[in-house]
T-cell receptor, first 113, second 113 residues
Framework: DAGITQSPRHKVTETGTPVTLRCHQT?????MYWYRQDPGHGLRLIHY???????DKGEVSDGYSVSRSKTEDFLLTLESATSSQTSVYFC????????????FGPGTRLTVT | GNSVTQMEGPVTLSEEAFLTINCTYT??????LFWYVQYPGEGLQLLLK?????DKGSNKGFEATYRKETTSFHLEKGSVQVSDSAVYFC????????????FGRGTSLIVHP
């Protein structure tokens, strides 16, 4: 199994508070991704990174920011959490090769009250 | 742009039944194709992949053949087990320099004893 951990695994927070989710990998893979998964919407890409300090927006990036200061860590910040950001968040990694198959973390269940 | 269409679920089967989950795609060039599986409470795991036309990916009794003429990558298993109950995602990685995959919405499979 690919070495990907996410923390925290569960979090309950209040509307308006900032929240940071962490993804940590031990595979030294170049690419990292943040997705959210909601019923009826499948997986939606929030942000991704193609190297240290190199990040870009996905399809649902509003209200989220990311940072990658080291190869192994990719942080997702909800600047001011809203109830619409209640979701399960998955981190994924992929290597620089021809197929870019992804390996996913176990997920973080975030509830914004 | 690229897109992946999967059959809507849930698919409900009895143990030992034959499984087919349909997946068709739209993409230019020669994408790589994937099936991922998500067991309850977990992240997605790569189940199988195919990188060129007529390739057959296989794993754990599941198979899928890359059919360029019909732009399809249907998932099959000859005899399902209760432990196969999960959500299955079809995905593609476009040809060229793209490292952002496109996922289908997922198909839930429920297998009864």
């Amino acid at each position: 199994d690919a070495g990907i951990t996410q923390s925290p695994r569960h979090k309950v927070t209040e509307t308006g508070t900032p929240v940071t989710l962490r993804c940590h990998q031990t595979e030294n893979h170049r690419y990292m991704y943040w997705y959210r998964q909601d019923p009826g919407h499948g997986l939606r890409l929030i942000h991704y990174s193609y190297g240290v300090k190199d990040t870009d927006k996905g399809e649902v990036s509003d209200g989220y920011s990311v940072s990658r200061s080291k190869t192994e860590d990719f942080l997702l910040t909800l600047e001011s959490a809203t109830s619409s950001q209640t979701s399960v968040y998955f981190c994924a990694i992929s290597a620089f090769d021809s197929t870019y198959e992804q390996y996913f973390g176990p997920g973080t269940r975030l509830t914004v009250t | 742009g690229n897109s992946v269409t999967q059959m809507e679920g849930p698919v409900t089967l009895s143990e030992e039944a034959f499984l087919t989950i349909n997946c068709t795609y739209t993409a230019t060039g020669y994408p790589s194709l994937f099936w991922y599986v998500q067991y309850p409470g977990e992240g997605l795991q790569l189940l199988l992949k195919a990188t060129k036309a007529d390739d057959k990916g296989s794993n754990k009794g599941f198979e899928a053949t890359y059919r360029k003429e019909t732009t399809s990558f249907h998932l099959e298993k000859g005899s399902v087990q209760v432990s196969d109950s999960a959500v299955y995602f079809c995905a593609l990685k476009g040809s060229g320099g793209s490292y952002i995959p496109t996922f289908g919405r997922g198909t839930s499979l429920i297998v009864h004893p």
